[in-house]
């Protein structure tokens, strides 16, 4: 079957995606650049349905998610940057609960209240310290509106089958922009919640879903529990996208709307008679170490290029374990970086050989 | 081959929508295509402005700095603009609104007075696609058919009226 | 021999964890009746807060999520919206109700969320060891206000019922204590019309049952029951003040 290509936004093309994916609890609160996808939820969420909900803050939102993610319902919240930071509280009692969920953050410019205009500044936020104590979620790196489409039903699935949140870490940019995508057909089946606080029915003892053990002994294992399970993940999900790495001298390692100009940049190195390629990607927790690795086997230099001031650039040192001189191009504050800044720095860098 | 435009003007005046007709036009054509708006905290009145890429390859940065082909609807989004166009590009200009003339000679500039037109003709608010049309003419980057369709893809079913004064507003640009 | 007293079913035969004298046991233990009655314990989600009855979720038979610091209506939001047809209730305290979660409770009450908030209120910070809550009374002595309460400095405590019984969405606000016998079988009158009103999709309805902690308010049992008594209630009068059943009955 042919499915027709539409142009969409992708903030409206990420929420239609997680319908499709069977999300039946949407929660939301208002913040420029994300807003058009709880219009989207308003509009189409009980036509399938589901809920959606416009919250009392961020707060609330993310433990509307926990509670419907509580009950077994695949549920979603979506924000950008200032309002993330208020779900942090949520995000690590449902990480410390086992709870599946899907975060949407549409980065703008921070610390702060920053601007309003694309950013990834936030990378350290998703994979570091999305709130208190030890956890992880996964994080999903879209660099285009299709991909948007594509991760949140990835997130879903993900999410459940390591009973852990997920987080599609975007941009205003991405959110913003319209391009062609199609969509898959929506999702009949589920897996099975038996551990669900859904009601009982007298039909098994009850459910628990609980982040708090006192004693010291019992929280250690309930950790190390998870963190076997993030070696799984570790070894089962990392995915990124390599672009004329094979013979590359220099390899530019970028994420999401990032990686679309970097994309350009490389382009014309190639044009240039420059052996650059393209690392991206596409799971930012957990980091594509290996990926990276065979990515840069012939390299002589790795370039770095975010929307920020340099965050994801040390899971890049870390993985290459400073054995390749790390460079590093960053814009910030709303600031997108040009396709000629990029080439002229891949210059600049191999010149140097 | 890749088109890079900037379209801008007041909020208002169809700038975002006009954009939108271009991107749809270009994936009638089967070719990749990007919409993307400027946003910001700004009201009805204020500037308004988007980047279209159509183009053979799959697009990069869909933020277009330096436009091929340039749309402006008022003389704030003309003077913001017209020296970004890169040299051989092509400027469309509306007259009824920007009283100036480009000085620069490695670009062509031409100077449509599409509101004024689209006023005349009974399709008040239509200046930002009377401009497409001319743009088509000049440029050709989208096929006659495929922008018809494009027209019906980008009106919003419930105003469905709207498609054939669309297409004639796109008509007398073509014949300007 | 006939049984004429046990324990509720939908009570969990386990020993827990509150300090001798506490009323937490009895409000439970009314809860769990109510529950038992109707025969929704198969259908029942409880949401717990933090505080002194953290720990809840294991003392109640139905299925038990514990929620962070007063975030425990918006759980129950979400429970109850993609759930409509189970029973949803939460389990607060003053701290956790009254202060860390006050725009959770204030927006679920105002959009008439079809849940029942049991509010336990003693006065007090119990769990960390009895520091001022926002129903601490005026010169009531606390840690953190070792010389009373004074509320030139700390402010005036919040009166829950009366405030939100100004909010259109609220079914039910009533204020009970179970210092006396009568006033426990009151107390499980106004909990059993709440979760009437979610059987019913009436709205939200909140039971305040002032409670007693004699441990951080230094006293016995039998004491702490008096201070309720002669303190608590003159401050914090029972009855009704909202309910949409009986809207002429309302202070």
């Keep these: 079957m042919v499915l027709e290509r539409n142009l969409m936004k992708g903030n409206e093309a990420l929420a239609e995606a997680a319908i499709r994916a069977g999300c039946r609890g949407f929660f939301g609160y208002p913040i420029t650049p994300q807003t058009e996808l709880s219009a989207y939820m308003a509009k189409k969420m009980a036509k399938a349905g589901g809920v959606f909900l416009q919250a009392e803050s961020e707060i609330a939102a993310i433990n509307m998610v926990l509670g419907a993610a509580a009950s ?30 899907v975060i949407i953050n549409v980065q703008r410019g921070g610390p702060g209240l920053g601007g309003i205009q694309p950013s990834q500044a936030d990378y350290w936020q998703a994979t570091r310290a999305m709130g208190h104590g030890d956890f992880h979620i996964l994080v999903y790196a879209p660099c285009s509106v299709q991909e948007m489409v594509d991760m949140v039903s990835k997130a879903f699935d993900t999410a459940d089958k390591y009973r852990m949140p997920a987080m599609i870490l975007a941009d205003g940019l991405l959110g913003q922009m319209m391009e062609p995508v199609t969509f898959p057909e929506i999702k009949a089946e589920q897996p099975e919640k038996p551990w669900a606080a859904n009601g009982h029915g007298g039909k098994r003892s009850h459910n628990i879903i609980n982040s708090l053990y006192l004693k010291p002994e019992v929280l250690q294992k309930s950790v190390w529990e998870r963190f076997e399970r993030y070696e799984r993940v570790k070894k089962e999900e990392s995915d990124a996208e390599s672009y004329l790495t094979d013979d590359a001298e220099i390899v530019v390692a970028a994420y999401g709307a990032t990686a679309r100009v970097a994309k350009s940049a490389v382009n014309s190195a190639r044009a240039a008679g420059i052996k650059a390629g393209l690392l991206r990607p596409k799971t930012l927790w957990p980091f594509p170490e290996e990926q990276l690795k065979k990515a840069c086997k012939n390299a002589d230099a790795v370039l770095c290029v975010e929307m920020s001031m340099g965050q994801m650039v040390d899971d890049v040192k870390l993985a290459l374990s400073c054995s390749k001189p790390v460079h590093f191009l960053g814009r910030t504050g709303g600031v997108v970086p040009k396709p000629s800044e990029i080439l002229e720095e891949i210059k600049k860098i191999g010149g140097a050989r | 081959m890749t088109s890079e435009i900037i379209l801008a003007g007041f909020g208002g005046q169809g700038i975002l929508f006009a954009g939108k007709v271009l991107a749809y036009g ?54 913001k603009f017209i020296n970004a166009v890169k040299p051989g590009g092509k400027a469309f200009i509306d007259s009824t609104m920007v009283d100036e003339k480009c000085q620069r000679n490695d670009i062509n500039c031409f100077y449509i007075p599409a509101t ?44 469905a009226s709207l498609i054939e004064a669309n297409l004639k507003a796109i008509e007398i640009g073509m014949k300007y | 021999m006939a049984v004429v007293f046990q324990r509720p079913k939908s009570l969990l035969d386990v020993p827990t964890h509150y300090c001798p004298g506490c009323t937490h046991g009895i409000i439970h233990r009314l809860i769990c009746e109510v529950i038992d009655e109707m025969g929704i314990e198969g259908d029942t989600i409880g949401v717990c807060p933090v505080g002194c009855s953290v720990m809840a979720y294991d003392y109640f038979g139905c299925d038990m999520i514990e929620a962070p610091h007063g975030r425990a209506p918006a759980v129950a939001t979400g429970v109850k919206r993609t759930n409509p047809d189970k029973f949803v209730f939460t389990y607060q305290g003053d701290g956790d109700l009254a202060a860390i979660g006050t725009a959770e409770t204030v927006h679920s009450a105002t959009r008439g969320e079809n849940i029942v908030v049991i509010f336990v209120n003693n006065t007090t910070y119990g769990m960390t060891g009895g520091q001022m809550a926002p129903t601490t009374l005026p010169g009531q002595v606390t840690q953190t206000t070792p010389f009373g309460r004074d509320p030139k400095v700390q402010g005036y405590p919040v009166r829950v019922c009366e405030m939100l019984s100004t ?48 441990t951080n308010w230094g006293l016995s049992p039998a004491e702490a029951l008096e201070r309720l008594r002669k303190d608590m209630i003159p401050y914090y009068p029972l009855g009704i003040y909202k309910d949409k059943g009986d809207e002429q009955n309302d202070k």
């Design chain 1, 72 to 101: 077994g319902v695949r549920a979603m919240t979506s924000s950008s940057s200032p309002g993330v930071s208020l779900k942090a509280e949520g995000i690590s009692y449902m990480a410390g609960s086992d709870l599946p969920c």
């Design chain 2, 26 to 79: 270009g994936l009638m054509d089967e070719r990749e295509v990007s919409w993307l708006p400027s946003y910001g905290p700004e009201m009805r009145g204020g500037t308004a402005n988007c980047s279209v890429c159509i183009s053979d390859e799959p697009i990069g940065s869909p933020l277009v700095l330096e436009p091929d082909l340039l749309i402006a609807m008022n003389l704030p989004s003309y003077n």
């Design chain 2, 116 to 159: 004024q037109l689209a006023l005349e003709n009974n399709l008040s608010g239509m200046g930002n696609i009377v401009l497409i049309g001319k743009l088509l003419k000049e440029t050709g980057i989208i096929s006659e058919q495929a922008i018809k369709k494009a027209v019906e893809k980008s009106v919003p079913p419930s105003k």
């Design chain 3, 167 to 214: 909010l259109d969405g609220v079914a039910l606000a009533q204020r009970v204590a179970v210092d006396s016998v009568p006033h426990i079988r009151e107390a499980k009158k106004a909990i059993r019309k709440a979760f009437e009103n979610q059987r019913d999709k009436k709205g939200f309805s909140i039971v305040e049952v002032l409670s007693t902690c004699p």
